[in-house]
């Protein structure tokens, strides 16, 4: 068996690695022998593949929880590093542990904690960064872990409702498809062999329903199935390109359905993050150039770009947003204005974060209560005018006889 460990040296150098040995005892005893003193050992976590790690990535609830823990270490007033190695320690992600891990060598070794974060902006993003610096500058680190922490579960929640809320349409047109696989391919060929033999006039749906159900079992249903995966492919492609993304992101706010909860979501995302920022002591065009970053759309992204610019320039932040209504809605634009008049702008975005993300909530369970019944609809006229094509001409001929 294989144990992944980390260790301590007589001088106090840190060293990780793996050894191999029969037990957990045994491969303790080898590294003591090595003149070793264990801080952590732990048996390597091998999946059905060995040692490949599939779908082992660092999720937002990982650095969540990680956030949570690492304040309430610094809370109870342990040391940086040993707060790192005790959290990172604990991880129940491989990949996730090794990376903290190696953030507290590099910060034992005299980098400030934000540096050793920034090695990694797969997980930890410019905001998480930026806010850790201002931690850092401040001296309440603690208190800027709680935030993000705060801010990370938030966000967690809401990506988790939102896709939640896609899992029921998303089943039901599996279903959907699926039940015309089995009609194609189990039923339907019986039922038209036995409408064939009857020699009865077939109605006009009935033969639509045999020609589609013979087309989807040919060579017809293998092509259909091509172009869709084909399809998929190109929009996917097209979508990781520049021009492509800015294409989808403009649909995407088009979209008659999902528009205005797309809006919500960007404006809610924009106002918390820059909220935070601001009251992380972070400059407002500094918090601007971060939260364009990661908003997640380019339209979106460019109107945060020239508000910057016009911050810079001496403009206001609420005279800038203005100027995008479609983007930003005028009512989020004058409560900025009331903020920057006031000098407590970050009071004002979490009003309206708390604002936009009930809106939010209410607009997925509206778009449910739509979606739902709708796509049973279809399920069930898809399968009844299958059923009714078959069973009209056996009603039929039956009569005749």
Same mark, same amino acid.
């Given at each position: ?85 005790? /959290?990172? &320690?604990? %991880? $129940?992600? +491989? ?9 507290? @060598?590099?910060?034992? *070794? !005299? ?25 850092? /500058?401040? &001296?309440? %680190? $603690?208190? +800027? ?9 938030? @966000?967690?929640?809401? *990506? !988790? ?25 189990? /039923?339907?060929?019986? %039922? ?210």
């Amino acid at each position: 068996m294989k144990f992944v460990y980390q260790a301590r040296t007589k001088s106090g150098e840190v060293k990780t690695g793996s050894i191999d040995a029969g037990s957990v005892q045994a491969a303790a005893e080898v590294l003591r022998q090595q003149g070793l003193f264990i801080t952590f050992l732990r048996k390597e976590d091998r999946g059905a593949f060995g040692n490949i790690r599939l779908f082992e990535g660092v999720s937002g609830k990982d650095v969540a929880v990680f956030s949570r823990q690492l304040a309430v270490m610094f809370a109870a007033n342990v040391s940086l590093v040993e707060s790192l190695r005790t /959290v990172g &320690g604990q %991880l $129940s992600n +491989q990949s996730f542990r090794e990376k903290i891990l190696k953030i507290a @060598q590099t910060v034992e *070794a !005299g980098s400030p904690l934000s540096d050793a974060l920034a090695r990694y902006p797969d997980v930890f993003s410019s905001f998480f960064v930026s806010m850790v610096k201002a931690g850092e /500058v401040s &001296g309440n %680190l $603690s208190e +800027q872990f709680n935030y993000l922490a705060d801010y990370l579960e938030k @966000q967690y929640y809401l *990506a !988790g409702k939102v896709k939640a809320a896609m899992v029921y349409p998303a089943v039901i047109v599996v279903v959907m498809f699926g039940v015309l696989f089995l009609l194609s391919y189990f /039923v339907m060929p019986n %039922l038209t062999a036995m409408l064939q033999e009857s020699e009865t006039e077939l109605p006009a749906i009935t033969k639509a329903v045999i020609a589609t159900t013979d087309f989807i079992r040919g060579i017809g249903g293998i092509i259909v199935l091509l172009c869709i995966i084909a399809v998929a492919v190109a929009v996917f492609r097209i979508s990781r390109t520049k021009g492509g993304k800015r294409f989808f992101d403009n649909l995407s706010l088009r979209l008659p359905v999902f528009k205005n909860l797309l809006k919500m979501l960007y404006v809610s995302r924009f106002a918390d993050n820059l909220s935070v920022l601001i009251s992380g002591g972070i400059p407002i065009t500094r918090a601007l150039e971060i939260t364009r970053d990661i908003v997640g759309n380019d339209l979106y992204r460019d109107a945060i770009r020239k508000t910057a610019e016009g911050v810079r320039k001496g403009e206001t932040v609420s005279s800038v947003l203005f100027n995008y209504p479609d983007l930003f809605p005028s009512m989020f634009s004058q409560m900025i204005m009331v903020g920057e008049q006031t000098g407590s702008m970050d009071k004002s975005l979490l009003v309206m974060v708390n604002f936009y993300e009930k809106e939010a909530d209410r607009a997925i369970d509206s778009m449910l209560v739509l979606i739902e019944p709708a796509l049973i609809i279809v399920l069930g006229l898809l399968v009844g005018g299958v059923v009714g094509s078959v069973m009209i001409p056996l009603y039929n001929s039956m009569n005749a006889v």
